[in-house]
């Protein structure tokens, strides 16, 4: 079930990991009244928002900085809990159900940059994507070096597999992590500002990629990013935020 | 483990066995059981207060750090002088390598040979892990097992060491070769660090029978030498590297 097998995108013809787990809601990601703050901190991260993202679709989230969008994906993932309101994300009660969720799911973290001194090469650090499904003893097979070689393409990183991910720049790192989500073949992609270190060309062929996956994979994507525009064409709803609330829906 | 921001908490699960150890002295327990239950004690205080509280890790590490090392001074003044310059408790503190029984070795084998089947079999998981805790935990990975399982091997490991060395020496012994190897090149660490951990303590042992000194002292100085020697080399093939670089750019 692992390989993808290449077509002439380069994307890979299977779905998700797992069958299309729809719940009778039909929404991927729902949050009603949700409040939450981080410890120790004296205001609240987010005030009473209420969303709703449908399976398979793509949703952009906007605002300023420290408007709050980080804090809903990790919300989403189950990292933070809720002070007031209900999370349910793929069906499952949140953050009760965090490590089924984040089983199905994609994470890139706004904060990704490695030391230079970091030395895992990107070879592994897309592998590392696999390890939550790798029972012991079961190494890499041929099938998902085949994935993780699939993926680091995807993302234009061909012949740098073997480099230590610390010496490579900061666009070429982000696209490493990007491999690493779409190598999981999540159900639920979240990414967190995913253009923020590539350049113009870059945002437009990622957000091709973004798209192409998702159809393929039939999977619920959510991309929080200050620069819509690359995306916006593909996307099918846009959230905007502002000092912890949604301010708008398009 | 430098890695995973357990470096404190080593550090911790160290001084607490070192605590243990002293606290036998005069308790009069087995060393080494004590020792393993201080060093347990602190480590899982740690991880739960954290859990719990959401207290950093670090924060209740150098707490649990310097009270451990309170205790360990506390009951090292506490014991009978008799009993203080006797055998056992200058054992403890700077070692011995009388203290290697076969059974030790035994055990000290078994341990590797544990780790080792450990490691092996949830290599993926664990560099996951080491590369980034948070990222590993985003992705489903049970972070908490495999922290449990690293910070018992360790624990155990420090413990047995813990009579060869000495308490106040086996830190040296536990992260010089690691920063050694971790200068000098990118690749393989963990089985680097281990071999030059130990050459250092092979050197160690032999130096320490030739000149009639302490085992555990000499044991850290040859890794504090390894690691001097790793500085140096490092930057002098730095420092040839940009001399090549020079060359190759103004021609
Ligand atoms: N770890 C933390 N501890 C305490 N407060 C935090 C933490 N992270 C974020 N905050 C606060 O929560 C609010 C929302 O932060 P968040 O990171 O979600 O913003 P953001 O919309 O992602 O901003 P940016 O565009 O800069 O990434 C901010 O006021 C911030 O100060
Ligand atoms: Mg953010």
């Not at chain 1, 001194?117 to 190494?139: C, D, F, H, I, N």
């Not at chain 1, 992590?177 to 999981?184: C, D, E, G, K």
């Not at chain 1, 870059?202 to 393929?216: A, C, L, P, Y």
């Not at chain 2, 071999?195 to 000194?213: E, I, K, M, N």
Request: contains cysteine; positive net charge; glycine residues 6%.
């Amino acid at each position: 079930m692992w390989g993808f097998r290449k077509n002439s995108r380069g994307i890979g013809e299977d779905t998700c990991r797992v069958p299309n787990r729809e719940d009778s809601s039909g929404v991927a990601v729902l949050l009603s009244n949700v409040s939450t703050a981080y410890p120790r901190s004296k205001n609240p991260a987010l005030i009473n928002v209420s969303l709703e993202v449908e399976y398979n679709t793509l949703t952009l989230i906007t605002g300023p900085n420290g408007a709050g969008k980080t804090t809903l994906l990790e919300l989403i993932l189950g990292f933070l809990k809720p002070l007031t309101g209900v999370i349910r994300v793929l069906g499952f009660k949140m953050p009760k159900d965090s490590r089924k969720v984040r089983m199905l799911s994609g994470y890139l973290m706004q904060d990704f940059m490695k030391s230079p001194r970091e030395t895992y090469t990107v070879m592994q650090v897309v592998s590392m994507g696999l390890a939550a499904y790798k029972g012991p003893l079961t190494p890499l097979n041929e099938k998902d070096l085949e994935a993780v070689r699939w993926a680091i393409k995807a993302v234009g990183l061909e012949g740098l597999e073997e480099k230590p991910i610390g010496i490579l720049s900061g666009g070429q790192q982000q696209r490493a992590f990007l491999a690493r989500v779409l190598v999981r073949k999540p159900k639920l992609i979240l990414l967190d500002e995913p253009f923020s270190s590539l350049d113009p060309e870059g945002r437009k062929t990622i957000s091709e990629i973004i798209d192409n996956v998702r159809r393929k994979l039939k999977s619920t994507v959510i991309v929080v990013s200050h620069d819509i525009s690359p995306i916006i064409e593909y996307a099918d709803k846009v959230v905007e935020m502002k000092s912890g609330r949604i301010v708008g829906v398009r | 483990m430098r890695r995973l921001g357990l470096l404190t908490l080593c550090f911790t699960v160290a001084h607490a066995a070192l605590a243990g150890a002293s606290v036998s002295i005069i308790a009069s327990t087995p060393p080494e059981e004590t020792a393993f239950a201080f060093s347990i004690t602190a480590a899982l205080l740690v991880e739960l207060l954290y859990r719990r509280l959401g207290v950093e890790r670090e924060v209740i590490s150098m707490c649990t750090f310097s009270f451990s090392s309170a205790i360990a001074m506390i009951a090292v003044y506490m014991a009978p002088s008799v009993t203080l310059t006797s055998e056992t408790a200058s054992l403890i503190l700077w070692g011995s390598v009388l203290a290697v029984t076969p059974a030790k070795i035994v055990l000290l084998v078994f341990l590797v040979v544990s780790l080792a089947v450990y490691v092996l079999s949830f290599k993926l998981e664990i560099d996951s892990l080491l590369f980034d805790v948070k990222l590993a935990e985003a992705e489903g990975v049970n972070v908490t097992l495999h922290a449990t399982i690293l910070i018992l091997l360790t624990a155990m490991a420090i413990s047995i060491i813990l009579k060869l060395t000495g308490g106040f020496l086996v830190f040296s012994l536990l992260f010089n070769p690691v920063v050694a190897v971790e200068r000098l090149s990118y690749r393989r660490q963990p089985l680097l660090g281990a071999l030059v951990g130990g050459l250092s303590g092979l050197l160690g042992v032999v130096v320490s029978y030739f000149f009639d000194t302490p085992v555990g002292a000499t044991i850290s100085m040859m890794a504090s030498i390894m690691l001097i020697l790793g500085v140096t080399s490092s930057s002098l093939l730095e420092y040839h590297r940009t001399r090549r670089m020079k060359t190759y750019v103004s021609t």
